[in-house]
């Protein structure tokens, strides 16, 4: 210990065991100390030890496990070892995508960083510090999961980005070389080689698909097949979309992954029957009964044979309800041209839903869309479905312009706004038209530029004649 960092006693002793060059980082971690100038100066001095003889040592390789595994968060360790050349040594696959840039307007980190990123969201995960925030994968964690085979796979899940080829693909082929060769046996190199290649599957399948099809669900659950890689997938899932940036987590993110989850997890339990139309239509009418005891039988029956199958799989029964209140207001009103509007913010999704009602006719959908955008409203899920006695009934979730849910100071004003626009007093396209609109790649910076200050290089413009 020297100013209470790790250092070198010997440094011809600890090279003369190359294995060192791993341990030092493993005994920092069990410590709790920084390593030294001198010793990190020493070790990257030797990174040509590191050699294939070591890669394929067993014990250097338990050594690199049991940093990852069993002293807590490791990403402490693995930014020093990548910082240093440590782990693309001993990793050399992993070298490519070392400071690689990614080119898109919501990644954060280079590759490497948001890899690291990745695995300290699961550490924070499993010391409890999510629970609130992700009650679902701290659940799931807490029932048990292989962490071994977790971790090797957030390592290895963006390795092949950067090439020509998907990155999945090329990725999972890269981790079936990899993975035996970290020590993993033939069944948890497999899965970490299935992880690896579908490690986009499950946010894909949440946010770009209709989650209430049955097929959707009923599809996702045949590629998944098991309820541990389904847990596995779930945390990889969340972890990965955490580690792109500080502002990509969400509310309305996390209720799409549990709601598939939910769905798939009945699934691989009970068989695919249970995701039939019929049974889940069942269900939607049956809980619309019990959230309605008021109503008379005659009242609920119309009700619930009004509506086409596929409008009991796809919304809540809170949303049942609004549209049934909604439609008996509507039909009170005995006014063809009237329109039923309600909005109230779910926190649950971070949006606000807004639902409308009115008589079913061409274009209803159009001016809906154009009523939200003219007032500023971002639509992230939308649901339209018509009645068998000639209404519509419209769902959308809306965000404000940062990406949160109106606040019901302002739902009266928004939905007098959405009222005339849909009663043609004001005309959509050119309120729109008139609209300084800033553009999609420029509204991502949010972030003022600057120029930082670079210690350690102030005489550099003495000799280069130039600031750097």
């Not at 006693?9 to 030092?24: G, Q, S, V, W």
């Not at 008379?296 to 044979?305: D, I, V, W, Y």
Request: proline content about 4%; charged content about 30%; glycine content about 6%.
């Amino acid at each position: 210990m020297i100013h209470n960092r790790l250092d070198v006693a010997d440094p011809d002793a600890f090279l003369t065991d190359k294995l060192n060059l791993l341990r030092i980082f493993e005994e920092a971690l069990r410590t709790g100390m920084l390593i030294h100038p001198d010793a990190m100066r020493l070790v990257t001095a030797n990174l040509h030890l590191i050699d294939d003889s070591m890669r394929a040592d067993k014990e250097a390789c338990r050594i690199f496990l049991d940093l990852l595994l069993k002293h807590g968060n490791p990403e402490r360790a693995l930014r020093r070892m990548n910082e240093l050349g440590v782990l693309s040594a001993f990793i050399p696959e992993f070298e490519p995508i070392v400071a690689m840039m990614q080119f898109n307007m919501y990644h954060s980190y280079t590759v490497d960083e948001h890899t690291i990123q990745v695995i300290s969201n699961l550490t924070a995960i499993e010391k409890g510090e999510l629970e609130e925030e992700l009650p679902l994968s701290s659940e799931v964690i807490r029932k048990g999961i292989n962490r071994k085979v977790l971790l090797v796979a957030m390592l290895l899940h963006d390795i092949g980005k950067g090439r020509e080829q998907d990155h999945s693909i090329l990725g999972a082929q890269i981790a079936r070389k990899v993975a035996p060769r970290l020590g993993l046996n033939k069944a948890d190199s497999e899965t970490v080689e299935w992880l690896v290649r579908n490690h986009l599957l499950m946010s894909d399948m949440a946010q770009k698909r209709d989650i209430a099809d049955p097929r959707t669900v009923r599809g996702f659950a045949k590629a998944v097949q098991s309820v541990k890689r389904l847990d596995l997938l779930l945390v990889l899932t969340v972890c990965d979309i955490r580690g792109v940036g500080p502002d990509t987590w969400n509310n309305w993110k996390a209720a799409l992954l549990r709601a598939l989850y939910n769905q798939t997890r009945v699934a691989l339990d009970n068989g695919m029957e249970a995701l039939n139309r019929e049974h889940r239509g069942a269900a939607g009418k049956k809980a619309l009964r019990a959230a309605l005891p008021e109503w008379s039988k005659a009242e609920l029956k119309r009700e619930t044979g009004r509506h086409y199958d596929p409008y009991w799989q796809g919304l809540h029964v809170t949303a049942h309800v609004d549209f049934a209140e909604m439609l008996r207001e509507l039909e009170a009103l005995n006014d063809p041209g009237e329109v039923v509007i309600r909005l109230h913010p779910d926190d649950d999704r971070d949006a606000t839903r807004a639902c409308f009602v009115m008589a079913d006719h061409p274009g209803i959908f159009a001016r809906l869309s154009g009523a939200l955008a003219l007032v500023g409203a971002n639509v992230v899920d939308a649901r339209s479905f018509t009645t068998k006695d000639g209404y519509v009934t419209d769902a959308f979730w809306i965000q404000d312009a940062e990406g949160h849910p109106f606040e019901a100071s302002r739902l009266p004003r928004l939905t007098q706004m959405i009222l005339k626009t849909l009663k043609g007093e004001v005309i959509t396209g050119e309120a729109l038209e008139s609209r300084d609109k800033i553009k999609k790649r420029e509204k991502a910076f949010k972030v003022p530029t600057h120029f930082p200050l670079i210690r350690g290089l102030g005489d550099l413009h003495h000799h280069r004649g130039r600031h750097p």
